[in-house]
């Protein structure tokens, strides 16, 4: 009986996705009771070859689609889906051999919630991608400082029953790209009056490579996300869409201090960019849509 389906939407990138596989062919969960959903989101060359190799070890399935986003894909990845669990993963990402047990555990209890759980950056050498969980960090501190009232999770790792996911609509098809799919449907999770809880133990580590200009622009895309998120809340009548007070942006600019990170002048540097960037991005997707 499969108990969970782990998507994963991938797209170009060949060698994260066979180390992604490569850690879920290890973990300690009955490989009898999970199954892999791995959605190839228009990649330039098939991924068959990638997945050919884990055929004889995990139940694996497949499914190809036209370059249409990461929400899109996971929907697509449930539809073909099994498991009375769904947990998310990202192809840049290796998830610890308990990954899956500590979802389950956490399910098994209570199958109404949402959990999600830590991630790290595994390429503590790159500033970027520090820069990058930093924020992260940052906000899963605000936001979830209550772990069983949580408000925010990351796709990359995140589990929740199938028929819960069914019935609320699964991703918001509207968003394009990796930039908020995530914080609407949790926020729409909310909103349906279902609970998130912060789960630790469930850890993922994330292998996102990044330079100076795929930051600014992953961050340039989180503030397009961000003006469709509001219209997300617009269209379903929740209040206003509020802006963090300036306390919020003080504790960000400041957090690499706070946590004691390395260069924290550079990270700090990072972080108003990150800022600038999402405003912008921000501003651009409001005029153009």
């Known amino acids: 009986m499969i108990s969970f389906s782990i998507i994963i939407p991938t797209y170009n990138r060949p060698g994260q996705l066979d180390s992604c596989l490569g850690s879920l062919e290890r973990l300690d969960f009955p490989k009898s009771r999970y199954e ?17 190799p884990y055929r004889q070890t995990m139940n694996i399935t497949l499914l190809e689609q036209e370059n249409s986003g990461p929400g899109i894909a996971r929907n697509n990845g449930v539809a073909n889906s099994r498991g009375r669990f ?6 840049d990402c290796k ?6 047990t500590r979802f389950s555990e956490r399910l098994e209890k209570d199958p109404d919630r949402m959990y999600g759980g830590h991630v790290f950056n595994a390429l503590d050498k790159n500033i970027y991608s520090t820069a990058s969980q930093l924020l992260i960090d940052y906000l899963y501190g605000y936001y979830n400082a209550e772990p069983a009232n949580s408000q925010f999770f990351t796709s990359n790792n995140m589990a929740m029953a199938r028929e819960l996911f069914d019935a609320i609509g699964g991703f918001d098809t509207n968003f394009p790209g990796a930039c908020g799919e995530d914080r609407e449907l949790c926020d729409r999770w909310r909103y349906l009056g279902y609970g998130l809880s912060y789960a630790p133990q469930a850890i993922v580590n994330h292998y996102h490579e990044l330079t100076l200009w795929s930051y600014c622009r992953q961050h340039f895309a989180y503030g397009g996300g961000a003006i469709r998120f509001r219209k ?3 269209r379903r009548k929740q209040e206003r869409f509020r802006i963090e007070p300036p306390a919020f942006y003080l504790g960000l600019v400041g957090s690499a201090w706070k946590m004691k990170l390395p260069h924290p002048l550079s990270m700090t540097a990072l972080m108003l960019i990150s800022q600038v960037a999402n405003l912008a991005g921000f501003a651009f997707t409001k005029i153009k849509t």
Do not use: C, N, Q, Y
């Open 36 to 52: 892999v959903v791995v959605v190839d989101d228009g990649s330039s060359s098939s991924m068959e070859t990638v997945i050919e």
């Open 86 to 91: 769904i947990a998310f993963t990202d192809d």
């Open 232 to 234: 997300a809340r617009i």
């Open 95 to 100: 998830p610890e051999l308990t990954w899956l």
